[in-house]
T-cell receptor, first 111, second 111 residues
Framework: NAGVTQTPKFQVLKTGQSMTLQCAQD?????MYWYRQDPGMGLRLIYY???????DKGEVPNGYNVSRLNKREFSLRLESAAPSQTSVYFC??????????FGPGTRLTVL | QKEVEQNSGPLSVPEGAIASLNCTYS??????FFWYRQYSGKSPELIMF????GDKEDGRFTAQLNKASQYVSLLIRDSQPSDSATYLC???????????FGSGTRLSIRP
């Protein structure tokens, strides 16, 4: 039982490059989330998916797209990376009571 | 006004003392409240949640909720150096579709 897994763990991009962050959970949760965390800013919600087939914008969606591929997988795509997107990205899923389970994070640097 | 507010700290507490962490929120319809602990470089992990007014105890941790005053707190008794971390307050708002996080309080336990 791996919980929430994310790939890659680290990534360095040049401005304008694109990439997809992958996330998968094996807890059969309906809801999944993508956050970014910057120093002193706490967790900011980028996108979330309340169930398979639905996605909604969070607090900071600009520059990102998501795909809920199936119940297990929720990916985050940066189409044209910018230095402002340098951050730590966390994927999470939540149980029906609202408890969130986080992946280990992806540390992204955009040069 | 932010939806969830926490003092960023750092809060310095001597080993063996009680650490008190506070959180206020603006959405009166909020239903569920969570405390997460995050060690440096790691992902957040749930400490406890609380739904009803009053106190909820789990080992050395006590969560307190006062919906009339719109605050939730976390007490850590017999503080240990291993409790040094950032503590994130979160709530499930009245929209019930996503969790909202505070920016966290950094706690340091000094020997």
């Amino acid at each position: 039982n791996a919980g929430v897994t994310q790939t890659p763990k680290f990534q360095v991009l040049k401005t304008g490059q694109s990439m997809t962050l992958q996330c998968a959970q094996d807890m059969n949760h309906n809801s999944m989330y993508w956050y970014r965390q910057d120093p002193g800013m706490g967790l900011r919600l980028i996108y979330y998916s309340a169930s398979e087939g639905t996605t909604d914008k969070g607090e900071v969606p600009n520059g990102y797209n998501v795909s809920r591929l199936n119940k297990r997988e929720f990916s985050l795509r940066l189409e044209s990376a910018a230095p402002s997107q340098t951050s730590v990205y966390f994927c999470a899923s939540s149980d029906p009571g609202g408890t969130q389970y986080f992946g280990p994070g992806t540390r992204l640097t955009v040069l | 006004q932010k939806e969830v507010e926490q003092n960023s700290g750092p809060l310095s507490v001597p080993e063996g003392a009680i650490a008190s962490l506070n959180c206020t929120y603006s959405d009166r319809g909020s239903q569920s409240f969570f405390w997460y602990r995050q060690y440096s470089g790691k992902s957040p992990e749930l400490i406890m949640f609380i739904y009803s007014n009053g106190d909820k105890e789990d080992g050395r941790f006590t969560a307190q909720l006062n919906k009339a005053s719109q605050y939730v707190s976390l007490l850590i008794r017999d503080s240990q150096p291993s409790d040094s971390a950032t503590y994130l307050c979160a709530l499930w708002g009245s929209s019930a579709s996503k969790i909202i996080f505070g920016s966290g309080t950094r706690l340091s336990i000094r020997p």
